[in-house]
Structure formats: structure tokens, C-alpha cells
């Protein structure tokens, strides 16, 4: 009986180690998730910028 409890403290022990490990993993990937909307965002708005740059450099051309 005493081997069975040990091996059961020792097995909740190692759940308890992967559930923390899976909560910091999927801590860190909302973060880059997160990070990478950013980074969308933010190269749709300069491809933007670009064109009308584009179009302002032409126009002065004419």
C-alpha cells in the first residue's frame, strides 16, 4: 500500500509539473500570437504608407 501512495504522490507530482508547463506554454504563445497581430497590423499600415508615397512621388513627377 505504501508503494502505491508513493507512486501516486509521485505521478500527481509530475501532472502537476506538465500543467504548469502547458499553462507557461500557452502563456507564451498568446504572447507571441499577440506580437505577431502587431507586426501585421503594423506592415499592412506601411504597404499603405508605400503606395501613397508612391502615388505623391509620381504625381510631383508629372
Known sequence: LNRA???LA???QK???AEKAA???ERVMKVIE???L???EKMELQEIQLKEAKHIAEEAHR
Open 5 to 7: 501512495q508513493e507512486r
Open 10 to 12: 509521485t505521478a500527481l
Open 15 to 17: 501532472l502537476e509539473e
Open 23 to 25: 499553462d507557461e506554454s
Open 34 to 36: 499577440n506580437q505577431a
Open 38 to 40: 502587431k507586426d501585421e
